[in-house]
Nanobody
Framework: QVQLVESGGGLVQSGGSLRLSCAAS??????MGWFRQAPGKEREFVVL???????YYADSVKGRFTASRDNAKNMMYLQMNSLKPEDTAVYYC?????????????????WGQGTQVTVSS
């Protein structure tokens, strides 16, 4: 079992920055990711990370968001810069049971409770 807890969301003006954290406990997951869901929309892939250091970003956040992991602390982070109103969503940390990378939210087995990010224009 893996438990995930996100923190760091909040309200920020357009162009601002936020840093999200995801604390994982239990079994270490090789593949972890960040997803987001805006009201009335499907859950959307943001970035995935692997224990070995691979990172893949959605095109919509490439160049603005930076993900990282601290394996020793079992933490994952998402530094979000140049935020836009369209980045407004609940952001979720997720982990997979197996080692296969995927951008499909349906294939992730463990989820945090989510943290709200609101970007005002």
């Amino acid at each position: 079992q893996v438990q995930l807890v996100e923190s760091g969301g909040g309200l920020v003006q357009s162009g601002g920055s936020l840093r999200l954290s995801c604390a994982a406990s239990g079994r270490t997951s090789y593949v972890m990711g960040w997803f987001r869901q805006a009201p009335g929309k499907e859950r959307e892939f943001v970035v995935l990370t692997t224990w070995s250091g691979s990172i893949y970003y959605a095109d919509s956040v490439k160049g603005r968001f930076t993900a990282s992991r601290d394996n020793a602390k079992n933490m994952m982070y998402l530094q979000m810069n140049s935020l836009k109103p369209e980045d407004t969503a609940v952001y979720y940390c997720a982990a997979r049971r197996n080692d296969m990378m995927s951008v499909d939210a349906r294939l992730y087995d463990y989820w945090g409770q989510g943290t709200q990010v609101t970007v005002s224009s």
